[in-house]
């Protein structure tokens, strides 16, 4: 299986704030890298697919770059509706992975 | 409107059986694959299960031998059986579709909580 790891697992922000996100894979995943965006008792949201396609209707201000097995989700300008915990997926083979998560704080 | 609405959730002892329901609206789900997710209490999400539209499926090592997922193309409607419930399957339960060319899960469901415990 291939693992996917983030980091941070967690982070503390302030509105207006860049915030960057990363997520490494165990073993080359082209870019069959997805990241998705939960809040607490939702189910997660889709943000970006394909490592850098946005999903329609997901704000400009989320971008996703990375190839291979490295990989950044960033919000370019952080918005109070964006704290919540952010997840990255591999879709390059199954099992479908997951990274463990990262949670954005308000500081 | 794309919906899914899952049910069947609830308490099972450990040992037990349960059969989780995922109904879909405005997509069909011999035409997509159907995937199961699940997030244990405070915890990150952990792919479950695929059913695809040619009808194969795979399962996460965890619920292999245990969990079976199907649809009922009458009902347009994706089932997980679950058996052998043990306390670690204790968690909440996700239906998604899984775009067949983008290779993300893109609608989800709202969750059907699973709580095994005696």
């Known amino acids: 299986d291939i693992q996917m790891t983030q980091s941070p697992s967690s982070l503390s922000a302030s509105v207006g704030d860049r915030v960057t996100i990363t997520c490494r894979a165990s073993q080359s995943i082209n870019n069959y890298l997805n990241w998705y965006q939960q809040k607490p008792g939702k189910a997660p949201k889709l943000l970006i697919y394909a490592a850098s396609s946005l999903q329609s209707g997901v704000p400009s201000r989320f971008t996703g770059s990375g190839s291979g097995t490295d990989f950044t989700l960033t919000i370019s300008s952080l918005q109070p509706e964006d704290f919540a915990t952010y997840y990255c997926?591999?879709?390059?083979?199954?099992?479908?992975?997951f990274g463990q998560g990262t949670k954005v704080e308000i500081k | 409107e794309v919906r899914l609405v899952e049910s069947g959730g609830g308490l099972s002892q450990p040992g037990g059986s349960l059969r989780l329901a995922c109904a879909a609206s405005g997509l069909t789900v011999t035409s997509n694959y159907m995937t199961w997710v699940r997030q244990a209490p405070g915890k990150g999400l952990e792919w479950v299960s695929v059913i695809y539209s040619g009808g194969s499926t795979y399962y996460a090592d965890s619920v292999k031998g245990r969990f079976t997922i199907s649809r009922d193309n009458s009902k347009n409607t994706v089932y997980v059986q679950m058996n052998s419930l043990r306390a670690e399957d204790t968690a909440v339960y996700y239906c998604?579709?899984?775009?067949?060319?983008?290779?993300?899960?893109?609608?989800w469901g709202q969750g059907t909580m699973v709580t095994v415990s005696s």
């Open positions: 998604a579709t899984d775009h067949p060319s983008r290779g993300a899960f893109d609608i």
């Open positions: 997926q591999q879709s390059y083979s199954t099992p479908r992975t």
